[in-house]
């Protein structure tokens, strides 16, 4: 088995309206390259997933992209990744994923990107997983979401320990520094 660590990226297929998001996905597939990580994400060649992906290769990283069928032509698969898995359904994808990575970064992104956040987080709460999950807040973005999730655990719908299974960082710098903080407590665990 590859020691080396992947990090699966959720993020829009669209850009959204500030720059500061294309500049936090650009950042993230650098740091991702950097790092010698690989990138993990939805295969699109459009928005802040083309953003990360542009940056990753450029910067010499190693890309999986995943991608179902339907939205080959939708998204624009990207075609020079290093590898390129094509599945049946949105599920699948995730699936694929999820189980190609050692930790979860969500960028800003729409309906499809809180799918996929809710989706481990659930698998996490549900102790089917214990990779982390960083929510990268790039100007506030996160904050309503953020919000959510503490008044469902005010509500009593949900642990506080839920909260605790997403760390939340403002911008590229401070998430290279929590996935090597993780990855270095990761190792001292299994040693």
């Known amino acids: 088995m590859s020691s080396t660590k992947s990090i699966c990226v959720f993020c829009g297929a669209r850009s959204g309206l ?3 998001y294309t500049t936090a996905a650009t950042e993230t597939g650098q740091l991702i390259a950097d790092e010698g990580w690989r990138l993990v994400y939805g295969a699109g060649d459009i928005g802040l997933m083309g953003d990360v992906a542009r940056a990753a290769k450029t910067a010499g990283g190693d ?7 339907h939205l080959v032509n939708r998204e624009i698969a990207k075609r020079d990744l290093g590898q390129l898995i094509l599945t049946e359904t949105m599920h ?3 699936k694929v ?3 190609n990575c050692d930790a979860i970064v969500v960028l800003p992104g729409g309906g499809g990107s809180l799918d996929e956040f809710f989706e481990v987080l659930t698998w996490r709460q549900l102790g089917l997983h214990a990779k982390p999950i960083f929510l990268l807040d790039v100007a506030g973005y996160w904050q309503p979401l953020l919000a959510l999730l ?3 655990i005010a509500q ?4 506080e320990t839920m909260r605790s299974y997403v760390e939340v960082v403002t911008d590229a710098p401070a998430l290279r520094v929590a996935l090597r903080k993780d990855f270095s407590r990761h190792n001292a665990s299994s040693e």
Not at 63 to 69: Q, R
Not at 156 to 159: R, V, Y
């Open 18 to 20: 500030r720059p500061e």
């Open 92 to 94: 699948e994808r995730k």
């Open 63 to 69: 890309t999986l992209g995943v991608m179902p069928m």
């Open 150 to 152: 503490d008044h469902v």
């Open 97 to 99: 994923m999820f189980m």
């Open 156 to 159: 009593g719908f949900a642990d």
